[in-house]
C-alpha cells in the first residue's frame, strides 16, 4: 500500500494512474463489473460478476447474446469502479483483451473452486476467461456537484454582468 497522500489531498483535480499491480488489488476487491462486447453491428454492455484468476478475469454465464459476443473474434473490455464514501476517493480498473470460453476439463474443475456464484438464478453453466492484452487503472478524488463546472456556467456568469 502505498504511504502517498490521496489523490486530492492537495490538488483536487489530479488523477491518479494506477500500476498493474494496484489495478489487480482493486479488481480483487469488488465482485461486480461491466462486460463491453460488440453485438452485430453496435456495442453492448453487460453487467457481470467476476472472479479474478492468475492475471484473468473468470465469469460464469449462460447460452446467449453475451456469451456468443464475448467469446467470439473480437476483443472485450470490462470496467469496475468503486470508491470510498468516507474518503470520496474513487477508483476505475478498464481490462481489455480477448474472452475465450473455458473447456479443458481441469481448467473448469479448478475454475468452480473459484466459487463463483451468479446474483441472477437460472442455468449459467458457461465459464468464461478473460485473458487482458491491457490493464489501466485510475484514482481520483469526487468533486462536491457544487464545484462542478459546465459551458451553461460561463453563459450565466455573463447574462448577469
Given at each position: 500500500?502505498?504511504?502517498?497522500?490521496?489523490?486530492?489531498?492537495?490538488h483536487?483535480?489530479?488523477?491518479?494512474?494506477?500500476?498493474?499491480?494496484?489495478?489487480?488489488?482493486?479488481?480483487?476487491?469488488?465482485?461486480?463489473?461491466r462486460?463491453?462486447?460488440?453485438?452485430e453491428?453496435?456495442?453492448?454492455?453487460?453487467?457481470?460478476?467476476y472472479?479474478v484468476?492468475h492475471?484473468?478475469?473468470?465469469?460464469?454465464?449462460a447460452?446467449g447474446?453475451?456469451?456468443?459476443?464475448?467469446t467470439g473474434d473480437?476483443?472485450?473490455a470490462?470496467?469496475?469502479?468503486?470508491?470510498?464514501?468516507?474518503?470520496?476517493?474513487?477508483?476505475?480498473?478498464?481490462?481489455?483483451?480477448?474472452?475465450?470460453?473455458v473447456?479443458?476439463?481441469?481448467?473448469?474443475?479448478d475454475?468452480?473452486?473459484?466459487?463463483l456464484?451468479p446474483?441472477q438464478?437460472g442455468?449459467k453453466e458457461?465459464?468464461?476467461?478473460?485473458?487482458?492484452?491491457?490493464?489501466?487503472?485510475?484514482?481520483?478524488?469526487?468533486?462536491?456537484p457544487?464545484?462542478?463546472w459546465?459551458?451553461?456556467d460561463d453563459?450565466?456568469?455573463?447574462?448577469?454582468?
Open positions: 500500500m502505498s504511504t502517498d497522500p490521496k489523490p486530492g489531498a492537495e483536487p483535480h489530479e488523477v491518479e494512474n494506477l500500476d498493474n499491480h494496484e489495478c489487480w488489488r482493486l479488481l480483487r476487491s469488488v465482485s461486480v463489473g462486460l463491453a462486447v460488440w453485438v453491428d453496435h456495442p453492448d454492455i453487460f453487467p457481470i460478476n472472479k484468476d492475471g484473468t478475469l473468470v465469469f460464469r454465464t447460452d447474446t453475451k456469451l456468443q459476443a464475448a473480437t476483443p472485450v470490462v470496467e469496475a469502479d468503486g470508491v470510498d464514501a468516507d474518503s470520496g476517493v474513487a477508483w476505475s480498473v478498464v481490462i481489455k483483451g480477448q474472452a475465450a470460453p473447456k479443458n476439463q481441469q481448467e473448469v474443475l475454475t468452480v473452486g473459484l466459487l456464484f446474483w438464478a442455468k458457461h465459464f468464461v476467461r478473460i485473458t487482458p492484452d491491457v490493464v489501466t487503472g485510475r484514482r481520483f478524488k469526487v468533486t462536491p457544487l464545484t462542478w459546465t459551458p451553461l453563459a450565466t456568469r455573463s447574462g448577469y454582468e
